[in-house]
């Protein structure tokens, strides 16, 4: 089945500085990848997604890149801001599978300002 | 509207109780996801529904019973439930290829007691 690796589990930035998520995924099939953002007590947030045929996608302070050759992709937030604190969690579609989702283990971002 | 709605978003119940948690969409999507979510670990899924029909039960015991009306509300309909059942319970939504717009709700957080 489809494994998804996350890294790293925790990260710690000064507010105004980048922070940088990395994943790797095991199915070359996989053609859908969604970043989330999870606050406290709160649901997962889509915040950007990337399908197979990009190789970059931005929206404002976030991007997402992908290499499907060395099957990682990675999420970029630059200016983060104390509010950007959360969990980040990355996801690959599972192919053939009913469109389910499987998701990186999660990583803790804080700010501080 | 580009929302999940679940209700209700606390529940205490006991082992020997029935209780439903409900879900909807208005989005047009015709995926509906059941996820589990345990402190600190990414969702886990439970079930997929395509087009109102169940495709995918992620071998879930059952007393977990889903149910899905209509195109826009999915129930997981809770009975007999053990104190290791206490998660979050997340609702997910998607086009039917999965790879537009997948949305989850807030969530229901479930204890049992």
């Known amino acids: 089945g489809e494994n998804v690796e996350q890294h790293p589990s925790t990260l710690s930035v000064q507010e105004g500085d980048s922070a940088v998520i990395k994943c790797t995924y095991s199915?070359?099939?996989?053609?859908?990848f969604p970043w989330y953002k999870q606050e406290l007590g709160k649901g997962p947030q889509l915040i950007i997604d990337i399908r197979s045929n990009v190789g970059e996608k931005k929206d404002q302070r976030i991007a997402v890149t992908l290499n499907k050759t060395a099957k990682h992709f990675s999420l970029h937030i630059t200016e983060t801001q104390p509010e950007d604190s959360a969990v980040y969690f990355c996801a690959a579609l599972r192919p053939n599978s009913g469109y389910a989702l499987n998701f990186g283990k999660g990583t803790s971002l804080l700010v501080t300002p | 509207d580009t929302e999940v709605t679940q209700t209700p978003k606390h529940l205490v119940m006991g082992m020997t109780n029935k209780k439903s948690l409900k879900c909807e969409q208005h989005?047009?999507?015709?995926?509906m996801y059941w996820y589990k979510q345990k402190a600190k670990k990414p969702p886990e899924l439970m079930f997929v529904y395509s087009y109102e029909k169940l495709s995918i039960n992620e071998s879930v015991p059952s007393r977990f019973s889903p149910e899905c009306p209509n195109s826009s509300l999915l129930n997981l309909h809770l009975h007999a439930l053990q104190p290791e059942d206490s998660a979050l319970y997340l609702c997910a939504s998607s086009q039917r290829t999965g790879d537009k717009g997948y949305t989850f709700g807030s969530g229901t957080r479930l204890t049992v007691v």
């Open positions: 989005m047009g999507h015709r995926a």
């Open positions: 199915d070359s099939a996989s053609n859908y």
